[in-house]
């Protein structure tokens, strides 16, 4: 029964997924995108010590900016495992400046210098990554959600930034868990939620908030009741003053156009109380001494503010934000460029927003050597990307894609003194049709090998991990 409920948490959110891929791309027709979605930033996350050193998780890889916004630099999904046209990784940085990221494959990590990454302990590969989470107070210590599709969630910490990660619980069989979060101000006090998608008893769906008193060692659980149409629990932020204090998202279906509810809790999750609704609620932060909370929606809801850490909020304007967070005296929130313009922006009270990042910014790579994994893979995606981001000057890929290497291989051949041939894909059959097509098969195909692609990935299904160029060759389609 645990295996069906993970396939359905899977499929579920594969579904709408292509749903709103599929209504975008129609919404768009006349704009093929090489990846095959449009392109999106909806992950924010920061360095622990640094508040002008910022990465962003986007559907082409990652963006990053180590001067408040100024500059940009770009990094392709590739490098760490992630394939762009499926998959949103959940990232974080840490103090040496190392970023982590979590997706179908397990936890990857890059070196301090963001040029290669690596899976650096079998005990996190191989598994789904459901969610990281870091406390501020040990930048260090980082907790993560995995599942290996079959049996109950798994509850893993690693104390030396990401290197080396142990089993810390294994979590309630039922419930398939959504969001974990660290308490900032207690370093024992550690948060889950999640759902029990079909409870065997009810017969329905239940929604939980679990709470830890023992670093995740063992946990309480306060049921979260579920209005008509709403479908799980998602933990959003703690307060950084109070570990008693955290925001919890009321999640409904992405075709549900009611409002959704942002819950609070006061009492570390005994007892919750409705503080606003919106429209698609995308996140919520406080800021570091908790007097103040920010929450955000992704239609025309747009950014609300809260001036008695989260008891009560006012909008203060309307947009289309699919992320938030906050560092320093800063909040950032991704936007919907091809919405609104704009993909980053940043404020310090709300009453005034600055546009640090548009598109035609990202137009370079991180100083890295030719021969490591972000200076050889990387390059080869830009014409993917450049078309996608609809950089100025740049027209459409012959067949929607540039045939670039879809994994982070790196040949013997390769040394920075030379430019060797990159793998080549001919033969392989891996190109998209044609890039301008707007005709409504190659949506249903999209579709499909989606579906198929996921089902050779589920756990226990017989499939197989990618293989790497360095291993059988360059076809990876």
């Not at 392709?76 to 949103?88: F, L, N, Q, S």
């Not at 830890?212 to 479908?231: C, H, I, K, N, V």
Request: net charge negative; proline share 7%; hydrophobic share 35%.
């Amino acid at each position: 029964m645990l295996f069906f409920a993970h396939v359905r948490r899977f499929y579920e959110t594969l579904f709408f997924a292509q749903l709103g891929i599929v209504a975008t791309l129609f919404a768009f027709s006349g704009q093929a995108h090489a990846h095959g979605r449009p392109p999106l930033i909806g992950q924010v996350a920061f360095h622990p010590d640094d508040p002008d050193f910022v990465v962003a998780r986007a559907t082409w890889g990652l963006v990053l900016t180590e001067d408040g916004g100024e500059s940009w630099r770009w990094m392709c999904a590739a490098v760490m495992g992630t394939d762009p046209t499926r998959e949103d990784p959940v990232i974080r940085v840490m103090p040496d400046g190392a970023i982590l990221a979590g997706n179908f494959s397990g936890i990857w990590r890059s070196t301090p210098e963001r040029c290669d990454w690596e899976q650096p302990d079998p005990a996190v590969t191989d598994v789904f990554t459901i969610d990281l989470d870091v406390r501020p107070s040990e930048p260090g210590t980082v907790f993560a959600l995995i599942t290996s599709g079959i049996d109950s969630d798994q509850l893993f910490r690693s104390d030396d930034m990401g290197r080396s990660w142990s089993e810390v619980s294994t979590l309630q069989e039922l419930v398939l868990m959504e969001r974990v979060r660290l308490a900032p101000s207690d370093p024992t006090r550690v948060y889950l939620s999640g759902a029990i998608p079909n409870d065997p008893e009810t017969m329905g769906r239940r929604a939980f908030f679990f709470r830890s008193d023992d670093a995740g060692e063992t946990f309480t659980e306060t049921e979260l009741p579920l209005l008509d149409g709403e479908r799980n629990a998602h933990l959003l932020a703690v307060d950084p003053s109070d570990p008693d204090r955290a925001l919890v998202h009321m999640t409904r279906r992405a075709t549900d156009d009611r409002p959704q509810r942002l819950l609070l809790t006061e009492d570390g999750g005994a007892t919750f109380r409705l503080v606003m609704e919106a429209l698609e609620l995308s996140g919520a932060a406080f800021s570091p001494d908790g007097s103040q909370a920010w929450a955000t929606a992704r239609t025309t809801d747009g950014l609300f503010r809260s001036d008695d850490g989260g008891a009560t909020f006012t909008q203060l304007v309307g947009g289309n934000f699919p992320c938030v967070g906050h560092s320093g005296e800063r909040l950032w929130m991704c936007v919907d460029e091809l919405r609104d313009d704009y993909a980053m922006a940043r404020t310090e009270t709300g009453d005034t927003i600055d546009r640090v990042l548009v598109f035609d910014m990202i137009r370079q790579l991180p100083d890295c050597p030719r021969c490591s994994q972000v200076g050889y893979v990387c390059p080869e995606w830009f014409p993917d990307l450049a078309y996608d981001l609809r950089l100025d000057g740049v027209t459409a890929p012959d067949g929607g894609m540039t045939g670039a290497p879809r994994d982070a291989s790196v040949p013997l051949t390769c040394t920075d003194g030379g430019e060797p041939e990159p793998p080549t894909t001919e033969g392989c059959a891996c190109r998209a049709g044609g890039g301008k097509s707007s005709h409504p098969g190659w949506l249903f195909g999209l579709f499909l090998a989606t579906s198929l692609w996921w089902r050779r990935r589920l756990p226990g299904s017989g499939g197989t991990r990618r293989q790497t160029a360095s291993s059988s060759g360059p076809c990876d389609c």
